[in-house]
């Protein structure tokens, strides 16, 4: 009778645990990743947060020639494009089920194989890349009367630390360590040549091994460096 008790008095408790973990996830990754990822994550919410270190493929994606842009344009027009290319990066990203980690003024970092696991990550990450660029295509081809946006990509596969880090003012999923600083120095590569995706060896690598018919296919659209 009492462990009966015990238990119709834990399980109200247990439940609400679950949905603050459950709306603490929500809160995390809404707008960060596709939908279809937070209904995944929602299944198993405990194993979702904690910081880990794993192999993971990271993506930058940024505006050619900003600087010069924003000499051209008043500020509410140079913020509206910004925003729109912003907004097709980051479709991208969620349609080949990425998790964008932030925004860095004209710039958006993105990364596969977390928080769910995504065994082809780098093969995700390189057609993220090329339908970035087709996308930003279409969508000058749609304005005509302005000067076409071209973005510069680079993506890097290492081992680095993601999970939900910060303080208890702010904290965010997110990933850090060389493999996020090595793919940010392979975007400062790719600056100066509009419409240029750089892949990294490591990348190349772990997407031969992913996705071979695939990597042959793309090979002379990108270009490979070392790190």
């Known amino acids: 009778m009492a462990s009966g008790l015990m238990i119709l008095t834990l399980l109200p408790w247990a ?50 020639g900003f600087t010069q842009l924003s000499k051209q ?48 990550h780098a093969c995700r990450a390189m057609r993220c890349a090329l339908s970035m660029q087709r996308a930003l295509a279409e969508w000058n081809a749609r304005n005509p009367d302005q000067s076409p946006v071209r973005i510069h990509i680079a993506v890097h596969t290492g081992e680095a630390m993601v999970g939900d880090l910060g303080t208890h003012y702010r904290h965010t999923y997110t990933a850090i360590g060389d493999t996020v600083n090595r793919a940010a120095r392979l975007l400062e590569q790719a600056n100066d040549v509009a419409g240029q995706i750089v892949f990294s060896k490591q990348s190349l690598n772990a997407a031969c091994r992913q996705c071979a018919p695939f990597v042959e296919q793309i090979k002379h659209q990108v270009t490979i460096l070392d790190t």
């Not at 990754?29 to 405990?46: K, N, T």
């Open 15 to 64: 439940w609400w645990r679950l949905y603050q973990q459950q709306r603490h996830i929500r809160r995390l990754f809404e707008g960060y990743v596709s939908p279809e990822v937070v209904s995944q994550l929602l299944q198993a919410p405990q194993d979702t947060l904690a910081p880990q270190k794993k192999q993971i493929t990271v993506l930058f994606a940024d505006i050619t």
């Open 73 to 120: 344009l008043s500020t509410e027009k140079l913020a509206e494009i910004t925003r729109q290319v912003l907004t097709i990066l980051t479709e991208q990203v969620h349609r080949h089920q990425g998790t964008v980690d932030k925004y860095i003024g004209d710039a958006v970092m993105a990364f596969w194989n977390a928080p769910v696991e995504q065994p082809d």
